[in-house]
């Protein structure tokens, strides 16, 4: 099984709907970071835990929103969905023993139509 | 602002022979490297770090230099073989655990 799983894989929604991007870990990992990648741009941070009572913002955190609902469960929502919010959504985790490396989801793709 | 460039958005390289992948960074706080190696419908995965306080790291096929006076650290693979063919992040860390990614270089080993 994966370390890190994200659900949906997949999801095509409208303009101003709610959705919910979900990831969980088996890692044991106290940290937890949600990214989204865009062609060309590489890997920008949206938000970042360091533990269940820990929440940060990154580079890109507006229109969207995250809850940590226990060390092995961080969800991104994204409150009212546009267009430009289409990409590729990637959970990761890291160990507080090597906290440089991060472990990473398989991903998420996003169409908002 | 993009922190950490990667200027070469892809590579083609025969098999067997060395790829060698280019990376730049702006912020002097940076200290810690790591490049990530990431196949399609797939997260990226770790492949090698460097610290600040060396030169070289070397893995297998894969060794890290980094020049901190050019702010600059490139990635060799030797010899490359066909499933190293994937899209190769560089990221780069100011000690406080979050990364800054550049945009990747798509690396196409051909038989």
């Known amino acids: 099984d994966a370390d890190v799983t994200q659900t949906p894989r997949n999801r095509i929604t409208k303009t101003g709907k709610r959705i919910m991007l979900e990831c969980s870990q088996t890692?044991?990992?106290?940290?937890m970071y949600w990214y989204r990648q865009d062609p060309g741009l590489g890997l920008q941070l949206i938000y970042y835990?360091?533990?269940?009572?820990?929440?940060n913002k990154g580079e890109i955190s507006d229109g969207y929103s995250v809850s940590r609902q226990a060390q092995a469960k961080f969800s991104l929502s994204l409150e009212s969905a546009i267009p430009n919010q289409t990409a590729l959504y990637f959970c990761a985790t890291s160990d507080p023993t090597d906290q440089e490396t991060q472990y990473f989801g398989p991903g998420t793709r996003l169409l908002v139509l | 602002d993009q922190q950490v460039k990667q200027n070469s958005p892809s590579l083609s390289v025969q098999e067997g022979r060395i790829s060698i992948l280019n990376c730049d960074y702006t912020n002097s706080m940076f200290d810690y490297f790591l490049w990530y190696k990431k196949y399609p419908a797939e997260g990226p995965t770790f492949l090698i770090s460097?610290?600040?306080?060396?030169d070289k790291n070397e893995d297998g096929r894969f060794t890290v230099f980094l020049n901190k006076s050019a702010k600059h650290l490139s990635l060799h693979i030797v010899p490359s073989q066909p499933g190293d063919s994937a899209v190769y992040f560089c990221a780069a860390s100011s000690n406080d655990y979050k990364l800054s990614f550049g945009a990747g270089t798509t690396v196409t080993v051909r038989a």
């Open positions: 890692k044991g990992h106290d940290r």
């Open positions: 460097i610290s600040s306080i060396k």
């Open positions: 835990s360091f533990d269940v009572k820990d929440i």
